[in-house]
């Protein structure tokens, strides 16, 4: 580990927080005992993702006991990604790092990540091999990774693992992409890194609350690395709607010649019901279509990506109205 005392921050640590109360001492406790070791000057950046809980409270009080520690307040929930996001934003380290709340990845594995950086990778992934998760939760992560690697050629051995580390110059270019849909952390940064790496980490049960990810969140989250990272999607509904045609093509030569040959031949029914085949299938490509128009849509408006309402880096409790 290389030695860093000057007063520039060398480490960043982002937190995304979203409804985790029970976790939120004992994580800063843990980070601490590990960072203060390391010889470094670093900053802890919570983002609390617009929490029901008393996450926000905690928070303050945390940041009244360690002077390193910067929080900032969404005015609502913007997704874990978008959390993200906004402490790359803020981070002034020369080595970002991320790590959920939720104390599944162990802090003590940061010095692992921070060596990798310093070997000359610029992006660091972690790697969950033993999964304490859920069986069904496993099996789609899992299945999504598969599907993914084949897909958008992104080659990560884990796409769901928050614990990562980034140079500065990687999370700049992942900030002036400017983006609004592309928010899968990971597979942006797999894209602008020169040398990127994994590296399997620890991954413990959790052992207070609850995952914010179900199935439903799962399977949207990789359709949108899908669509977000391929143009696939869009190349095959061109390939269907040319068989489509060509079965089109076929039924109807098919049925005209059968109601030529036989004079009781009902062929309304077969009409109808290729009728209702084809407006289906019509149907799911319109939606799928209608999908990246959306985000082009997102694009050209110019929405704010968040709004932080509240930060307390100066420890007085400051109202803070930021959009982004």
């Not at 399977?219 to 060509?246: E, H, V």
């Not at 030569?253 to 109808?272: E, Q, Y």
Request: net charge positive.
């Amino acid at each position: 580990m290389k030695n860093h005392k000057e007063d520039k921050i060398y480490l960043s640590v982002v937190v995304p927080v979203f409804n985790e109360e029970e976790n939120l001492e004992k994580l800063v406790k843990e980070l601490t005992n590990v960072l203060k070791d390391l010889s470094i000057n670093y900053e802890i950046i919570f983002i609390n993702d617009g929490s029901t809980d008393s996450s926000w409270e905690i928070l303050k009080k945390i940041k009244s006991l360690y002077p390193e520690v910067r929080i900032y307040n969404f005015a609502r929930n913007y997704g874990q990604h978008t959390a993200i996001f906004a402490g790359f934003e803020l981070a002034r380290g020369e080595i970002i790092l991320t790590i959920d709340a939720d104390l599944q990845n162990p802090p003590e594995e940061i010095p692992r990540f921070i060596k990798k950086i310093e070997e000359g990778y610029d992006s660091v992934g972690g790697w969950r091999k033993n999964r304490h998760d859920p069986i069904f939760r496993k099996i789609v992560s899992k299945l999504g990774n598969i599907v993914l690697n084949k897909i958008t050629g992104i080659k990560l051995n884990d796409y769901g693992c928050m614990l990562r580390a980034y140079r500065k110059d990687v999370v700049r270019r992942i900030i002036e992409l400017n983006e609004f849909s592309s928010f899968f952390i990971p597979a942006l940064a797999y894209r602008y890194s020169k040398n990127p790496t994994e590296i399997p980490v620890v991954h413990r049960e959790r052992e207070r609350g609850a995952s914010k990810y179900n199935a439903l969140t799962l399977l949207k989250l990789n359709f949108d690395i899908l669509t977000n990272s391929s143009l696939l999607p869009l190349q095959l509904i061109t390939l269907l709607g040319i068989l489509i045609s060509i079965f089109g093509f076929v039924s109807t030569s098919i049925i005209t010649i059968l109601a030529i040959a036989s004079k009781t031949f009902k062929m309304i029914h077969i009409i109808v019901s290729l009728l209702f085949l084809f407006l289906g299938i019509e149907t799911i490509l319109i939606g799928l279509i209608g999908e990246y128009v959306g985000r082009i849509y997102y694009e050209v408006r110019g929405k704010p990506r968040y709004v932080i309402s509240h930060t307390d880096i100066f420890g007085n409790g400051k109202r803070l109205e930021r959009e982004k």
